[in-house]
């Protein structure tokens, strides 16, 4: 329990540095009214379009009144949607939610059996194979991939839609897409934990006490090998968000990604620090996660 | 002569990496001269000419013509020059930074160390792109803060294993000897630590140069890399998504050289790895 509450008031402390860097980073990128109301905007308007969105305070003075707002779960309002980020965000996480976990979801079930298999029949044909398509997996990236679908299921065979969300059917290529990403390292990650653990003292005492094979893959192999799948859980999350904003981008879908483009481009600051809060507390969520289950699975960690 | 014979020893699959690899250099070197056109002279009468396909007005176009009648063979080769220039520029950025930092929190150790593994703890949290559609929202996206910028990717890979190098070396016999002979913190992680935690931290760089391009095309795929009418695979790519119908080849074409490119970075990546890892060697 005391390693659990350590690591979470850890993440705390790192996300409250990731607000203020962002928050002091963004203060320094110049004038965002002035980008907002663009060229032609008299000084009166701009000085009253500052203060109505409490930029005319000093820093210190506008970072606290920030940071009180985001602890009560108001990041302000949107520059560019004019509007409050709150209402931008509960309209656009949904979807995004949907992308990132069920392609995390397909990917660990793909790819966790394959590195399995790959390997148990280490050296043979469906072993070089899958290394074969992990390779390939880390050098193309998930935005080709998806231009590749679409030029053959939208636009040659006219199979799926190309663009927005609906529907099963507007899944198919963006999650495909996504579970691209992420297959390739979980594969391998389980491959070369679960050789790790095939040579193990206590796989060679199960063995030796006449365990047959399966029941040892089962009871000691796999067990043991999940655990390093399992601490990538968070970073495979960051990737697949990562993954997402591109993906999202080109397939037209109504997600946090392409908030988050749209957002740099029009240099709609709360916005953005909204979205990379976000993004932060959701890793290090599932971090803290990890750690719980940890625990569960590995009793030598978290015992001093 | 010892790398000669390893080289011959490679299987394959490296050899032909290797060389995909030295015709992407020699691409992006030497650009001007390789390239058969300007890359941002325009053909409006030869638009979406097909690869092979052969232009009136300006001839010969061995990947086709894009929606301006620009030669993409052309074009994809200047955009190895931008690929390159990141992948060789952006991983010294990183590797400098992340190894300095590295070595630093591993050999001071205490609450520098304790500091510095925070920073990389932040960093995990955080996807790297994101931080880069952050910087760009503030600085802008001119080369001069996207090298730097993205070269940042991958530093705390880097650090962890100079950390690592430099823990392993605090505690060693030839430190303390040097210790005991006066020689400066500096000199002792700069002459005795550093080059022990090298071999590491190099495999991690062959790794990380995939990354590193793949970032800057994706980047630029989203309008927010290297501006126009400078050409990148990323934006090529990009350009190409309205024409997958009628002109594929705007897309796959830039698309291919990417794919060449970084699979052979990888593939040569893990041989090194394996060359360099002797536990690996025997598995």
Redesign the interface.
Same mark, same amino acid.
């Given at each position: 329990m005391r390693y659990i509450a350590i690591r979470f008031v850890?993440?705390l402390v790192?996300?409250w540095?990731?607000v203020t860097l $962002?928050f002091f980073?963004?203060r320094?990128?110049g004038d965002p009214i002035r980008i907002m109301l663009g060229d032609t905007a008299s000084p009166a308007d701009i000085a009253r379009v500052r203060e109505a969105y409490g930029l005319d305070q000093p820093f210190v003075v506008q970072y606290v009144k920030y940071s009180a707002n985001v602890a009560q779960g108001d990041f302000g309002n949107s520059l560019s949607e004019r509007r409050p980020v709150t209402d931008v965000l509960r309209e656009r996480l949904p979807a995004t939610l949907q992308l990132t976990v069920l392609s995390m979801l397909i990917a660990l079930l793909i790819g966790i059996p394959a590195g399995l298999i790959a390997a148990v029949r280490r050296n043979s044909a469906i072993d070089r194979l899958i290394i074969a398509v992990t390779? $390939?997996g880390?050098?193309?990236?998930g !935005?080709?991939i998806a231009?590749?679908f679409?030029?053959l299921f939208a $636009?040659?065979w006219g199979l799926l839609p190309s663009s927005g969300r609906g529907d099963w059917r507007y899944l198919v290529m963006p999650v495909a897409a996504l579970v691209w990403g992420d297959l390739a390292s979980i594969a391998r990650i389980t491959r070369v934990s679960v050789?790790e653990v095939l040579n193990a003292d206590y796989v060679r005492t199960a063995r030796a006490k006449g365990l047959r094979r399966n029941q040892v893959l089962i009871w000691h192999v796999i067990r043991n090998a999940l655990v390093p799948v399992l601490t990538m859980l968070?970073?495979m999350l960051?990737?697949t968000?990562?993954g997402a904003?591109?993906v999202e #981008? &080109?397939f037209a879908w109504p997600g946090m990604g392409r908030v988050?483009?749209n957002?740099?481009?029009k240099?709609d !600051?709360p916005l953005?620090q909204a979205? &990379?809060m976000l993004?932060?507390i959701a $890793?290090?969520i599932v #971090?803290l996660l990890v750690d719980m289950v940890y625990g569960i699975v590995d009793p030598r960690i978290g015992k001093p | 002569m010892r790398m000669w014979k390893t080289l011959r020893r490679a299987p394959w699959s490296i050899r032909l990496a290797l060389l995909a690899l030295l015709a992407v250099v020699l691409m992006a070197v030497f650009s001007p001269i390789v390239a058969p056109y300007n890359p941002e002279a325009q053909d409006l009468l030869g638009r979406l000419a097909s690869p092979g396909s052969t232009s009136t007005l300006s001839g010969y176009h061995l990947l086709g013509t894009d929606a301006l009648g620009r030669d993409i063979f052309s074009r994809v080769i200047y955009g190895a020059r931008v690929s390159i220039t990141f992948a060789v520029l952006g991983t010294v950025v990183g590797l400098v930074i992340g190894t300095l930092l590295g070595l630093i929190a591993g050999y001071v150790g205490g609450r520098i160390d304790h500091a510095i593994m925070?920073l990389v *703890?932040?960093q995990?949290?955080?996807?790297?792109?994101?931080l880069c559609?952050?910087?760009?929202?503030?600085?802008g996206n001119s080369q001069t803060v996207l090298i730097p910028l993205i070269g940042l990717a991958g530093w705390e890979g880097y650090a962890r294993y100079a950390r690592a190098g430099g823990l392993a070396a605090r505690n060693s016999q030839y430190v303390l000897a040097s210790q005991a002979m006066g020689a400066s913190p500096a000199q002792i992680v700069l002459r005795h630590v550093l080059p022990n935690a090298v071999a590491p931290i190099i495999v991690v760089a062959t790794l990380n140069v995939?990354g590193v391009i793949?970032l800057e095309?994706?980047l630029s795929?989203? /309008? @927010?890399g290297v501006q126009p009418p400078t050409p990148t695979w990323g934006s090529m790519?990009s350009d /190409?998504?309205q024409y997958? /119908?009628s002109a594929?080849w705007m897309?796959?074409m830039p /698309?291919a050289a990417?794919?060449i490119t970084?699979?052979s970075?990888? @593939?040569v990546g *893990?041989w090194i790895r394996d060359m360099m890892d002797p536990t690996i060697r025997q598995?």
């Open positions: 850890r993440s790192t996300l540095l990731v $962002v980073g963004m320094l990128a390779f $390939v880390q050098a193309v990236p !935005f080709f231009i590749l679409i030029t $636009v040659t050789l968070g970073f960051a990737g968000v990562a904003i591109v #981008n &080109v988050l483009q957002a740099v481009l240099r !600051f953005i979205v &990379v993004i932060g $890793v290090v #971090n | 925070f *703890d932040v995990q949290s955080i996807p790297f792109i994101v559609l952050v910087a760009i929202a503030i600085f995939t793949l095309s994706s795929f989203l /309008g @927010l790519i /190409g998504r997958l /119908g594929w897309a796959v /698309g990417m794919i970084t699979l970075v990888t @593939l *893990d598995r």
